[in-house]
């Protein structure tokens, strides 16, 4: 009879710990289904962030882009009215260059006549 008393406490101390062990079990695994919703939570977060970022990334390659494009075409209007103002300024060169010419000849005429009548 001691030896099944025996047993009987140790069955009790047994099922004591299996149900602390359970219980702890319980426990664990609530646990770690809180760290899986909590490690969705920050993945669905992470994608989402992720995908704006995406986004905004296109968003300012194209505006780059853009700004690009509009940079080369002033580039090429500046050039073009630079070049019509140097084509203005060698049109005005070659009349002073036609108005000195004819300066020319009519200082050479006038030198001329001044020696005919220094001569006379």
Known sequence: MEVNVQMAITNGQLIGRINHLESQLGEVQSSIKSLQESRNHHAVR????????????QEATSEVENLRVDMLAMEQRMVALLNEKFGEVNSGFAELNSTNALVLKILKVSYTYVQYCNAY
């Open 46 to 57: 992470l994608v989402t962030q992720n995908a704006k970022l995406s986004t905004q990334k």
